[in-house]
């Protein structure tokens, strides 16, 4: 799911900017898609609470800021984003690596219990 989402995205993102399509509502819509992504994937799937708390957090605060932001203006509003600070995005990737990892350890652990004598 996580491989799956980040390459929609790009896919969508490069499609965009090369077709010169993209939209601050289309910004904005696939950033809630992503919020809603991967706060569900994580807590479903991460059992480390520190993680789930962080996403939570680092998801949650930025729909707040600009759905707050959006409305006080009355018109959409773009989030600031940094190139090098990118707290929502780190922790994709974080989550995506440990979910791999988990994955990869669990099949290891299975063919060795197969490989043993009965």
């Known amino acids: 799911m996580p491989i799956l989402a980040l390459t929609t995205d790009w896919l969508d993102r490069r499609i965009s900017r090369a077709t010169g399509t993209e939209t601050l509502f289309g910004r904005q819509a696939d950033f809630l898609a ?3 992504l991967w706060t569900w994937f994580t807590l479903r799937h991460e059992p480390n609470w520190w993680l ?3 996403t939570f957090t680092a998801w949650g605060a930025s729909v707040v800021a600009v759905t707050t932001a959006s409305f006080a203006s009355g018109a959409m509003k773009d989030m600031p984003r940094s190139r090098w600070i990118r707290p929502a995005a ?5 989550t995506g690596l440990r979910i791999v990892l988990r994955q990869i350890s669990h099949t290891r652990r299975k063919l060795h219990r197969e490989a043993l004598p009965a």
Do not use: E, F, H, S
């Open 90 to 94: 780190t922790l994709q990737v974080i």
């Open 52 to 54: 789930r708390t962080a």
């Open 34 to 36: 992503d919020t809603a």
